[in-house]
């Protein structure tokens, strides 16, 4: 079986809102299965993933956080959120006890 097993769109994320009208584009097009989005240490402006994940229902398997391939990294909600919100990984376990009690 040589066919792919995924499809991904490689998306840029300095772009912003616009990443998810090219995501809504090319899945209607090729059948995008997921994103990888890059450049995400270089902009504030990446609160459309969480868009992009819930309109399209589009995972995204990968980020960029830097220039080297070994700055490519799984994605992980959580450590994103905590990020996007401002939350360092202590703030962010003190939130976790507050509400898990």
């Known amino acids: 079986d040589r066919d792919p097993h995924d499809t991904l769109l490689v998306v840029d994320a ?4 616009n990443a998810v ?3 809504q584009t090319w899945q209607e097009e090729v059948g ?3 994103v ?3 450049k995400l240490d270089g902009t504030a402006r ?3 993933v969480v868009g992009m ?3 399209l229902g589009l995972p995204v398997k990968l980020i960029g956080v ?3 391939i070994d700055d490519l990294q799984d ?3 959580p450590a994103f959120v905590d990020a996007l919100l401002g939350y360092d990984a202590e703030a962010s376990a003190a939130l976790q006890k507050r509400l898990d009690t």
């Open 14 to 17: 300095s772009i912003g809102r």
């Open 46 to 48: 990446a609160g459309y």
């Open 32 to 34: 995008v299965s997921g």
């Open 21 to 23: 009208d090219q995501a």
């Open 53 to 55: 994940t819930r309109d």
């Open 66 to 68: 830097g220039e080297k």
């Open 36 to 38: 990888i989005i890059t």
């Open 75 to 77: 994605f992980d909600p």
